[in-house]
């Protein structure tokens, strides 16, 4: 059974920082795609960054390109994502997944593995 769990969310002002992590229960997590996701009240659970298993390519939603920064550190079994410049519109709870495997992915539907979410909260 592999486990994730997320921590890091908070209430931060617009324009503040917040660093998210995930912490895998996977010995071969360094050959694991990973990948945070959204969701906000009454939408869809929406794509945010993914890593690939080499952490050397990463993808980003172009609504947090420039300002989310996603990383791993396979030694640490972690991987987290910074988040620079908040906007209102990224509340949401944000979620971290693991596909087993190489690659990388962007859908939602291609994740095995799912942590339970941290909250985000940012304030106007």
């Known amino acids: 059974q592999v486990q994730l769990v997320e921590s890091g969310g908070g209430l931060v002002q617009a324009g503040g920082s917040l660093r998210l992590s995930c912490a895998a229960s996977?010995?071969?997590?360094?050959?694991?795609?990973m990948g945070w996701f959204r969701q906000a009240p009454g939408k869809d659970r929406e794509f945010v960054a993914a890593?690939?298993?080499?952490?050397?390519?990463?993808h980003y939603a172009d609504s947090v390109k420039a300002r989310f920064t996603i990383s791993r550190d396979s030694a640490k079994n972690t991987v987290s994502l910074q988040m620079n410049s908040l906007k209102p519109e990224d509340t949401a709870v944000y979620y971290c997944?693991?596909?087993?495997?190489?690659?990388?992915?962007?859908?939602?539907?291609?994740?095995?593995?799912w942590g339970q979410g941290t909250q985000v909260t940012v304030s106007s």
């Open positions: 996977r010995r071969a997590f360094s050959r694991d795609a």
């Open positions: 997944a693991l596909k087993p495997g190489f690659g990388i992915y962007n859908e939602a539907g291609d994740y095995n593995y």
């Open positions: 890593v690939s298993s080499s952490g050397t390519i990463t």
